[in-house]
């Protein structure tokens, strides 16, 4: 792999989860629990599929195909979104803590990717920067208010934390050709990321009431949950195949057509 290719697969990766988390957050258009939220998850979601197409915009100039080719023509099993974005929407707890560790985690990879050796990831990195920290803003002050609001809501919080965190360390899992990115300052090494993340999501949770899966032990930041991998390596599940056949259809339905 050549760094073109390492660039490529990076991209693709950041475009991958951006693109499938959007959907699922489409999901909760006129069925979130309060109308201010209904339009809150309807911007969000907006915002990761732009956030997408920027991505696949920069694959496409060094050679890949274009962004509806890449999001409506390619199959499920050529993704490399990880587990966390593809899994269904379940409860408003579970989305709104799959969202929180997913604005944390972007909020951390865009603050290291604005200072990129490579400058089309530089620029576009500070531009979306600031929509990742209203998402991260609206998604953290959620948590705070649903982790210990009631007995019922606790209860949700909680379990959605348990069932998403091991999801949510998959977004770290290696990308293919990331040293060579990592060597010559084009990307973060995930590893470091990962640890960054468990720095700032534990005293959210424990402020929110909730119980965090993270220690120190020997000066080191560790977590006792063990990562869902996979996503990276285009191992899904079968979540990813229902989503990509609903999200392509009415683009496969009439091939070449001018929308």
């Not at 490579?118 to 948590?143: C, M, S, W």
């Not at 990307?187 to 468990?198: F, N, R």
Request: hydrophobic share 40%.
């Amino acid at each position: 792999m050549n760094k073109t290719e390492a660039i490529q697969t990076y991209l693709l990766a950041l475009a991958d989860d951006e693109l499938i988390l959007g959907h699922r957050d489409a999901e909760w258009t006129g069925h979130a629990p309060l109308i201010e939220e209904d339009i809150a998850f309807s911007n969000i979601a907006q915002d990761e599929i732009g956030h997408a197409q920027a991505w696949l915009r920069i694959y496409e100039s060094l050679g890949g195909k274009d962004p509806d080719t890449m999001g409506f023509l390619r199959d499920a099993a050529e993704f490399t979104c990880c587990h966390l974005v593809q899994m269904p929407k379940g409860d408003w707890a579970y989305t709104i803590v799959r969202q929180f560790f997913f604005d944390a985690a972007e909020k951390i990879r865009l603050g290291y990717l604005k200072h990129s050796e490579f400058d089309p990831i530089r620029e576009l990195a500070a531009k979306i920067y600031p929509e990742e920290q209203y998402h991260l803003l609206h998604t953290r002050g959620n948590v705070e208010r649903l982790g210990d609001a009631t007995e019922e809501s606790h209860r949700r919080m909680q379990r959605a934390v348990d069932e998403a965190f091991g999801q949510a360390l998959g977004l770290f899992e290696k990308i293919p050709g990331e040293e060579m990115l990592v060597d010559e300052n084009i990307a973060p090494d995930s590893k470091a990321l990962q640890t960054e993340w468990l720095q700032f999501v534990s005293p959210v949770l424990k402020r929110s009431g909730l119980k965090s899966p993270v220690h120190e032990t020997n000066g080191t930041v560790e977590s006792d949950v063990t990562p869902v991998y996979g996503g990276r390596q285009k191992k899904h599940t079968v979540h990813l195949e229902n989503l990509v056949s609903d999200m392509q259809k009415v683009y496969r339905m009439i091939p070449g057509a001018k929308w």
